[in-house]
């Protein structure tokens, strides 16, 4: 494993836990998941190491179980981001190349959020129960947060690739 990948990892999952935390509720409550979109940035970064895969899914799911507002959402939150890591790796490797890093982060965002949320609301049902219909909460909750986690991906994958690009030059 490269020690300067590690350290950005880090670096970037930890601004992922602040903004989690940080990030106000906007809409009956939910608010975008920001320590996913960090995610999905360093899974990008990385998507060529599968055991800093599988470590960003354990350490993403537990930061935000540290995190999560969700009544009993700990477990849920570490078996959505392990499943979700698992399967935007999968997606980054299919589209690795072929298609442009910010359509990759777009797909990435949109089909990972989605997959993740559904994943919480499927491990939270089975283990908790929900403060509502499954279908319901996917239409009201899971499909916004779509829309509002890819715009913060976007915008957050453009400063950590200026920043990359930055530091890279200065070398």
């Keep these: 494993m490269n020690l300067k990948k590690m350290i950005l990892t880090s670096i970037f999952l930890a601004i992922g836990l602040i903004l989690h935390q940080a990030m106000p509720s906007i809409l009956f409550g939910m608010k975008p998941d920001l320590m996913l ?12 190491d599968y055991k800093m895969v599988v470590l960003i899914g354990i350490i993403a799911g537990l930061f935000s179980a540290f995190t999560t507002t969700f009544p009993f959402g700990q477990i849920p939150n570490i078996v959505d981001k392990i499943i979700t890591a698992n399967i935007v790796f999968l997606l980054f490797k299919f589209m690795d190349s072929k298609v442009k890093d910010q359509i990759q982060i777009v797909i990435a965002s949109i089909f990972g959020t989605f997959v993740s949320g559904v994943v919480f609301l499927s491990t939270a049902l089975f283990l908790a129960g929900l403060p509502g219909p499954f279908s319901a909460l996917v239409i009201g909750v899971v499909l916004p947060a779509v829309l509002l986690n890819t715009l913060m991906c976007v915008f957050l994958f453009n400063i950590v ?3 990359l690009k930055k530091a890279n030059r200065a070398y």
């Design 37 to 48: 979109c960090m995610m999905f940035i360093v899974l990008y970064l990385n998507m060529k």
């Design 161 to 163: 690739k200026a920043s």
